[in-house]
């Protein structure tokens, strides 16, 4: 992955969903993503922002179009390949945590090392205890993940996201789940890591504050780039 330019393009991606009645979500969607660049993407309620994401994410692939990821065309690989690219370039965060409540927060926090197999999970450990200290874990590391409080629990989950050291961190309504304050904080420790870290970051959001705070704004409408 080149130092500089972009991490992920879409180029003419569509989307429609076959069924008795074809429904078309995405129409000819242009969308670039540069290294360590912090990008919101918001828009209402069915306006094809979660199909989006599904296509940047690799969890899904578009009807027509292209994808291009590394140089790459990703767009209609198989699922193992799709997989195969999420591994090593991209990190999720969700709305919800999903950490597991039986493993430690550092456990949860290496678990993308686990499934990448290897030595990928003795190798990063030392950088992940590192960055849970640096979001304020560093005396939770060995905690059960359900004894941390919400806000904790999405810090973690931060942390997961960087286990493989993507280069792009995919967030779907990070603070979505939140309260208010510990919407800040989180927030926050995005930006942070994105300055730091050099991490490309596209955040979907519902919060136009937070949306105004990120280097760029992707508005979707009805499917389609109105802006940005």
């Known amino acids: 992955m080149n130092a500089s330019g972009p991490v992920i393009e879409l180029r003419k991606v569509s989307k429609t969903y076959e069924g008795e009645v074809p429904t ?3 129409f ?3 969308l ?3 290294v360590g660049e912090f990008v919101a993407v918001v828009g209402s ?3 094809g922002k979660t199909t ?4 940047i994410g690799l969890l899904d692939g578009p009807t027509s179009g292209e994808v291009i990821v590394d140089r ?3 767009a209609h690989l198989s699922e193992d390949g799709r997989a195969c690219i999420r591994r090593e370039f991209l990190g999720f965060i969700f709305q919800f945590h999903y950490l597991l409540p039986q493993f430690t927060v550092l456990e949860n926090a290496l678990l993308p090392c686990r499934l990448k197999g290897g030595d990928c999970e003795c190798e990063q450990s030392p950088r992940m205890q590192e960055l849970l200290a640096k979001v304020g874990l560093a005396d939770r590391m060995g905690y059960r993940a359900d004894r941390l ?3 904790q629990q999405q810090r973690a989950a931060i942390v997961r996201s960087l286990a493989n050291d993507p280069v792009l961190v995919l967030a779907d309504e990070p603070t979505g789940n939140l309260d208010s304050a ?3 904080v989180v927030f926050d420790l995005l930006r942070e890591l994105n300055r730091e870290t050099g991490k490309a970051f596209l955040m979907v959001t519902h919060d136009e504050s937070l949306a105004e705070r990120c280097d760029r704004i992707v508005r979707l409408v009805d499917g389609r780039v109105a802006s940005g």
């Open 32 to 34: 670039t993503v540069n």
């Open 24 to 26: 078309q979500v995405l």
């Open 182 to 184: 510990n919407s800040g």
């Open 72 to 74: 790459q065309n990703v």
């Open 28 to 30: 000819d969607v242009d």
């Open 149 to 151: 409080s919400g806000g």
């Open 45 to 47: 309620s069915g306006s």
């Open 52 to 55: 989006l994401l599904n296509i």
